[in-house]
């Protein structure tokens, strides 16, 4: 019943840009974490950016704090990931979560960031 479409990677140079987006659809909580993880390849699943309903609160992971910002377009239903200063260690597939206390948990299709050197 919750969808989520992840959109906006691709292929980008050493410290270029890119902006991710994120539409959800079908999502009825008032409670929840929205964000991104990344997973490269042989890699984990990593958590790279959240946020939370109730306060607005926003998580960085220690890699990308200074580079990335997360945001929210309430009226779009969408939320997204400006990723300024892109590394080559940031390639990876970026999936849009949803975590809902009480163990629902949403995965969207993932979206290929390739950053050259």
């Known amino acids: 019943e919750v969808q989520l479409q992840a959109s906006g990677g691709g292929l980008v140079q050493v410290g270029g840009s890119l902006r991710l987006s994120c539409a959800a659809s079908g999502f009825t909580s008032d409670e929840y974490a929205i964000g991104w993880f990344r997973q490269a390849p042989g890699k984990e699943r990593e958590g790279v950016s959240c946020m939370t309903s109730r306060d607005g609160m926003t998580y960085y992971a220690d890699s990308v704090k200074g580079r990335f910002t997360i945001s929210s377009d309430n009226a779009k239903n969408t939320v997204y990931l400006q990723m300024n200063g892109l590394k080559p260690a940031d390639t990876a597939v970026y999936y849009c979560?949803?975590?809902?206390?009480?163990?629902?948990?949403?995965w969207g299709k993932g979206t290929q960031v390739t950053v050259s050197s």
């Open positions: 979560n949803v975590d809902i206390p009480g163990g629902m948990d949403y």
